[in-house]
């Protein structure tokens, strides 16, 4: 090349950079902290992507506004967004295009997004001023995710990537529209129907993830693969363990590079006790390559839960923070990984972990239950009388428990003391599940709910959790029942929770027994299918219903008149008690006795009259009278009425 010929290329390129502005450095990474500015949309108002920082996600979309092409995918996702009103796809639409074509595509689109102005440099911070349309989704602490350039079949790349971005955020409604966008765009997009295919999966819609899957596997080459083990995941849903074995086996012969195939194999192997065998599949699973982004977090997420039931917390936590790096809103990992450090006391790590999880998926309730558990734990680690209070009833208790003590029967046998219940020894049993403290996430929001309610009193967790430690007792002693029973008296608690959560692949049963401490006969048997993931509101509040159902109607509340004044009736039990406001009390006689052949027969109550509960004080309550065949007087045995619609209500 002459010097002549020299001078004119660097002219020319000299020319060019002026024409589009400075070259970025460096291209935008995926990982790196995403450029912060401040725009104004086109009423002026100022979006600052620095205020966005507890977003778990935002789409930057840079776009020509007279460029049809450069819209195209913009478009697509307002259609979407409109669709789904409410849901939680947010998209900046960004542009350099004058002021008024700008407002000519918002007056055209009216997008449900902001169409931002940029009147400086933004776009060349995202290397956005040659390529349009270029598009960068940022996550949880503003870090880019994934960054796009052009548009055409880029575009449909950025939407399936997109829908695997909600799939992970278990938003599979949203990842389904936008991965049946882009199928409709582009019909052979195999991508696109697996992450349809895996999203109906997780959604609970079986049956459309088979067919999805079934036409995949009708095909040739990695739609094939693809197909087959997404039929291989399907068929473990659905209880038919060897059909999805030899499947996952296929998949293996064929593909021997896919890891998702060996996660099915080791979620079956795992649940016919196996443990080995799963360990060594989920193993194979992480050293895999190929893999869609939402499933190979999963294997390194159950390997870290083997290792944390052996103990080995260190390499449990290396394990999820593996799975977080692989999918940033991986709250499972997150939240597992808090409860290693629960179960070594660190419970300041155990809350950075909850609050992590939360930040990215705010409507996660295993993560919110779990950091109001943590934070009580560091409230009572920080309070020197409360804890000296705990220390000193923790010692009564545990001498109570060693020799055997049994609470003094009260002089006045008719009046109820408030009733106490207290869960124990939960199990978890069948597969992995992806989440650690299942059974401590679900005991605790019955806890809640049921002293909510104001009429069963539950041992406080603090309380029980060092009486164990107290004890020396842990899950093999909790696992006789003499032993759980002693425990509960010695608690002062009248009826005890225990029972197991059996996970399997459609989700897991809840087998619950409410057992009377004092003449040990199971007052209630509670079986509840629940949906994966763990329970959800509506499987709680049938288990709260029915555990107050089986409270009131094994151990009804019974208390006396005190006096009747001017229509009023006060009786001597009230908050304390569990007497709550529109409780119902039968008024009743005893039944005649009458000796026989010297054995005394005893005839049934009679009711005589109705009284409903207006106000309660501590010890004491008010009712009205709803009916009565005869006078109310003071002393009259009162008994309180199941109301079993309340109870469905």
């Known amino acids: 090349m002459n010097h002549i010929t020299r001078i004119a290329l660097s002219l020319a390129l000299a020319l060019a950079i002026a024409a589009v502005g400075a070259l970025p450095a460096h291209a935008l990474k995926e990982g790196q902290s995403a450029p912060v500015f401040s725009l104004q949309d086109l009423s002026g108002k100022k979006h600052d992507l620095a205020a966005m920082k507890a977003s778990p996600m935002l789409v930057l979309y840079f776009f020509d506004a007279a460029s049809r092409p450069s819209q ?15 849901s939680n796809l947010s998209v900046w639409g960004i542009t350099r295009s004058p002021r008024e074509y700008a407002g000519a595509f918002a007056s055209t689109a009216k997008p449900t997004f902001p169409v931002l102005l940029d009147t400086g440099s933004v776009s060349d911070l995202y290397n956005a001023g040659t390529i349009l349309p270029t598009v960068c989704i940022v996550g949880p602490n503003l870090k880019v995710m994934d960054v796009f350039q052009g548009g055409g079949k880029t575009t449909n790349v950025m939407l399936v990537r997109l829908a695997e971005r909600k799939l992970q955020q278990k938003d599979t409604a949203l990842a389904m529209a936008i991965s049946d966008e882009a199928a409709r765009k582009s019909p052979d997009n195999n991508q696109a129907r697996v992450v349809s295919g895996y ?3 997780k959604a609970g819609k079986v049956g459309d993830a088979e067919k999805t899957f079934t036409k995949l596997a009708k095909g040739s080459g990695k739609a ?21 074995l030899a499947l996952a086996d296929e998949v293996q012969k064929k593909a021997p590079n896919r890891s998702y195939a060996h996660v099915v194999k080791a979620d079956i192997l795992y649940a016919q006790n196996r443990k080995k065998e799963a360990q060594a599949e989920y193993e194979a699973a992480t050293k895999k390559d190929e893999a869609e982004p939402y499933q190979k977090t999963v294997a390194y997420n159950k390997l870290g839960r083997l290792y944390a039931s052996v103990k080995d917390y260190q390499s449990s936590r290396s394990l999820y923070d593996q799975a977080v790096a692989l999918d940033p809103y991986n709250v499972e990992a997150m939240a597992n990984k808090g409860v290693t450090f629960e179960k070594e006391g660190k419970w300041d790590k155990a809350l950075e972990m909850y609050q992590q999880g939360q930040t990215v998926n705010r409507q996660d309730e295993f993560s919110a239950v779990l950091a109001g558990r943590a934070l009580e734990r560091l409230k009572y680690q920080q309070d020197t009388a409360r804890r000296e209070r705990v220390d000193k009833l923790v010692k009564e208790l545990a001498q109570r428990f060693r020799e055997q003590q049994k609470r003094p029967r009260p002089e006045d046998t008719w009046t109820s003391p408030a009733v106490v219940l207290s869960f124990v020894d939960f199990q978890e049993q069948g597969g992995l599940s992806e989440r650690d403290g299942m059974a401590t996430v679900l005991t605790s929001q019955l806890s809640e709910q049921l002293k909510a309610s104001g009429r069963v009193k539950v041992v406080d967790r603090v309380l029980l959790d060092r ?3 107290e004890l020396n007792l842990g899950s093999s002693e909790l696992a006789d029942p003499e032993t759980a029973l002693k425990l509960g008296r010695v608690l002062a608690a009248r009826v005890l929770g225990t029972g197991t959560l059996f996970t399997m692949a459609e989700g897991s049963l809840l087998s619950m027994r409410l057992i009377d401490t004092e003449t040990t006969a199971v007052d209630k048997v509670i079986t509840l299918q629940m949906a994966p993931g763990g329970p959800q509101s509506a499987d709680l509040y049938k288990i709260n219903r029915q555990i107050l159902g089986s409270v009131i ?18 009786i001597n039990l009230g908050s304390d008690q569990g007497v709550v406001a529109g409780t119902k009390f039968e008024v009743i006689e005893e039944g005649r006795e009458v000796e026989y052949k010297s054995r005394k027969l005893k005839s049934a109550p009679t009711n005589v009259g109705l009284l409903e509960v207006t106000k309660t004080e501590p010890g004491l309550a008010y009712c009205r009278i709803v009916e009565q065949a005869r006078p109310i007087t003071r002393d009259d045995k009162i008994i309180e009425k199941l109301d079993e619609q309340a109870l469905r209500e």
């Not at 195209?72 to 979407?80: A, K, R, S, V, Y």
């Not at 109607?553 to 006060?570: C, F, I, Q, S, T």
């Open 553 to 570: 109607r094994e151990h009804p509340l019974k208390a006396y008149v005190v006096e009747v004044k001017d229509g009023r009736v006060m």
């Open 199 to 201: 999203a109906a999966l």
């Open 467 to 469: 009486l164990l430690e």
């Open 72 to 86: 195209e995918g913009l478009l697509g996702l307002d259609q979407i967004a409109k669709k789904y009103k409410g």
């Open 224 to 244: 094939e693969i693809l197909g087959k083990e997404g039929l291989a995941a399907v068929y473990a849903r659905q209880g038919k363990a060897e059909k999805a």
